[in-house]
């Protein structure tokens, strides 16, 4: 006859067994979706409209795919018509720097290498780490502090160019993937904050999402650009990427921050730039130079110095 502490240990074992299951689970779609957003560098060089125009693109894409799987569930819409005004502007904020984000992500990758751009874009969670900080959020250990440190020594290694800082197009590429890094950060602290408020993900994302949508179609009406015009390789490119990067990319990890810590995810997303140099090197030839895999490296390196050695 089994005793019952047994079947006390049976049934927490199972349990264990299970969650670990379950958390294995959600850290293969959190690298799957790294892998998915790694593809965004290369649909980008294979696209050949402006950078402002792709980016209007790609978020009216994923915002029309949203559109029937949020408005047509009950529970998404009462949630809608029950949120405040203050957290509907909370959300379009986050649209705002979201549009930026891409925006300037794209022109960093048409103006400097794949490598160079991810890397610098990976700083995002440096800035996150410093508002943190300065808001009295988190504090910082000595060695986090010096992971900091090293990856901002990193990131200015990466930007350096064969003719000095002082190069034209490459350097222009290098600062806008750091503004595009900032751009990504803020929009990074501000979902953290209403999807702590227990917003649901595919609510949130839709409404981001298509404020992003709205603020970049707006930018192409005010722009000397236009909507059509470009060819129909740009309608695939923006549209594999709203499957790939956004739905299979960005919505996993938003998802994920339910089920596992987001220094894990932020952890796993720092490799995003290995699988973008590996797809720049066989489907472009692009050979990063010396100081941009010592660069990339060294970010890497800090980063996870950072993140190991960080006290909440």
């Not at 609510?203 to 603020?215: E, H, P, T």
């Given at each position: 006859m089994e005793r019952p502490e047994e079947n006390l240990y049976i049934e927490q074992k199972t349990t264990d067994d299970q969650g670990r299951g379950n958390t294995s689970l959600v850290l293969a779609l959190v690298w799957f979706a790294c892998f998915s957003t790694s593809?965004?560098?290369?649909?980008?060089?294979?696209?050949?409209?402006?950078?402002?125009v792709l980016a209007?693109?790609?978020?009216?894409?994923?915002?029309?795919?949203?559109?029937?799987?949020?408005?047509?569930?009950p529970a998404y819409r009462r949630e809608l018509r029950q949120m405040s005004r203050r957290t509907m502007l909370w959300c379009i904020l986050s649209g705002f720097f979201l549009a930026l984000h891409f925006w300037t992500y794209f022109l960093s990758v048409h103006n400097t290498t794949i490598a160079a751009s991810q890397v610098l874009v990976g700083l995002e969670v440096l800035f996150v780490a410093l508002f943190m900080s300065m808001t009295g959020k988190e504090t910082f250990s000595r060695w986090s502090r010096t992971g900091?440190?090293?990856a901002l020594v990193g990131g200015v290694l990466v930007a350096y160019t064969k003719g000095?800082?002082?190069?034209?197009?490459?350097?222009?590429?290098?600062?806008?993937?750091?503004?595009?890094g900032?751009?990504?950060?803020?929009?990074?602290?501000?979902?953290?904050?209403?999807r702590g408020e227990g917003l649901s993900n595919n609510?949130?994302?839709?409404?981001?999402?298509?404020?992003?949508?709205?603020?970049l179609d707006l930018m192409v009406l005010v722009s000397p650009y236009h909507f059509t015009g470009y060819g129909s390789i740009n309608y695939l490119m923006a549209l594999l990427m709203a499957v790939f990067n956004s739905l299979m990319g960005h919505s996993i990890y938003n998802w994920s921050f339910k089920y596992v810590s987001p220094t894990l995810v932020a952890m796993i997303k720092i490799f995003q730039p290995v699988f973008a140099s590996i797809w720049a090197l066989f489907l472009f030839r692009e050979v990063p130079a010396w100081n941009q895999l010592a660069g990339g490296v060294i970010v890497i390196m800090g980063i996870i110095m950072y993140i190991r050695n960080k006290t909440e």
């Open positions: 593809t965004s560098s290369v649909f980008t060089r294979y696209s050949t409209c402006p950078s402002l209007a693109y790609r978020k009216t894409f994923v915002t029309l795919m949203m559109l029937p799987v949020v408005l047509g569930s900091i440190l090293v000095g800082l002082q190069s034209g197009g490459m350097l222009f590429g290098n600062i806008i993937g750091v503004v595009s900032l751009m990504l950060a803020s929009y990074s602290i501000i979902g953290t904050k209403v609510v949130y994302s839709l409404l981001v999402y298509g404020s992003a949508a709205i603020i």
